[in-house]
């Protein structure tokens, strides 16, 4: 199996659930408002990116071997989430994904929208950015586009290969499209030590890490699938 047949699959079984979408509010190239910033129109409408979790669950859930654990309330890094689901494979060498939904309403920092974290290994492996990454008005892009993002994130680790390094200050992700790391001001390593270390260790070679530092590194869920 590609990714492009994965892709296909969960685009059709999101297609089935008749969520709306929405085009980007701006022409290309236009820059938002001031108010815009400050200003989120629907808490709910980003409920969309639960039905791409589903489609992803149950696409993913689909494939031979593969287990599905459906999880209550959540928190992970001082976050909590309504619900989640963590999908492993049974290739060797595999990360299970982890998806954990938050529902639209009050938090600690004001009204949140509904939103999607997609972690690895286990809830205390969250990857960097969250769907969306912001809810307001000005960071909206349409819903393609928030669509597309979850599936490419989900991707970088069922395609695999898949590394992440986790240190106290820093957190660092590499998949052969990318790489990012959030943190890691002051510290001994900076982006191109991380991406270099990740690389390594997706190929199998062995990385002196930093103190305190660990790293979970994945291969391909495609593989001997169907």
Same mark, same amino acid.
């Given at each position: 199996?590609? =990714?492009?047949?994965?892709?296909?699959?969960?685009?059709?079984?999101?297609?089935?659930?008749? &969520?709306? *979408?929405? =085009?980007?509010?701006?022409?290309?190239?236009?820059?938002?408002?001031?108010?815009?910033y400050?200003?989120?129109?629907?808490? /709910?409408?980003?409920? #969309?990116?639960?039905?791409?979790?589903?489609?992803?669950?149950? #696409?993913?859930?689909?494939?031979?071997?593969?287990?599905?654990?459906? &999880?209550? =309330?959540?928190?992970?890094e001082?976050?909590?989430?309504?619900?989640?689901?963590?999908?492993?494979?049974?290739?060797?060498?595999t990360?299970?994904?982890?998806?954990?939904?938050?529902?639209?309403g009050?938090?600690?920092?004001? %009204?949140?929208?509904? *939103?999607?974290?997609?972690?690895?290994?286990?809830?205390?492996?969250?990857? %960097?950015?969250?769907?969306?990454?912001? +809810?307001?008005?000005?960071?909206?892009?349409?819903? @393609?586009?928030?669509?597309? @993002?979850?599936?490419?994130?989900?991707?970088s680790?069922?395609?695999?290969?898949?590394?992440?390094?986790?240190a106290?200050?820093?957190?660092?992700?590499?998949?052969?499209?990318?790489? *990012?790391?959030? +943190?890691?001001?002051?510290?001994?390593?900076?982006?191109?030590?991380?991406?270099?270390?990740?690389?390594?260790?997706?190929?199998?070679?062995?990385?002196?890490? =930093?103190?305190?530092?660990?790293?979970? #590194? +994945?291969? *391909?869920?495609?593989?001997?699938? /169907?």
């Amino acid at each position: 199996m590609t =990714p492009d047949v994965l892709r296909a699959r969960v685009a059709a079984a999101y297609d089935r659930l008749g &969520l709306p *979408s929405w =085009p980007p509010p701006r022409p290309e190239g236009v820059e938002p408002r001031d108010e815009e910033y400050s200003r989120v129109s629907d808490l /709910h409408k980003y409920r #969309v990116v639960h039905g791409r979790a589903g489609a992803w669950t149950e #696409v993913l859930g689909a494939l031979p071997g593969v287990v599905v654990e459906r &999880l209550g =309330p959540v928190t992970a890094e001082r976050r909590a989430f309504t619900r989640g689901v963590r999908i492993a494979s049974p290739v060797p060498g595999t990360l299970p994904v982890v998806l954990l939904e938050q529902d639209a309403g009050p938090t600690e920092h004001g %009204d949140g929208v509904d *939103s999607l974290h997609v972690a690895v290994q286990d809830t205390a492996h969250l990857l %960097d950015y969250g769907h969306p990454d912001c +809810g307001c008005d000005a960071c909206d892009l349409g819903s @393609n586009d928030l669509l597309e @993002n979850i599936d490419d994130q989900i991707l970088s680790v069922v395609a695999g290969p898949f590394a992440m390094l986790t240190a106290p200050r820093w957190t660092a992700t590499w998949h052969p499209d990318g790489g *990012s790391m959030d +943190g890691g001001t002051g510290t001994a390593w900076d982006f191109d030590d991380a991406m270099r270390a990740c690389r390594r260790l997706a190929d199998g070679r062995d990385v002196r890490l =930093p103190g305190s530092c660990t790293a979970l #590194v +994945g291969r *391909s869920w495609l593989e001997a699938t /169907h």
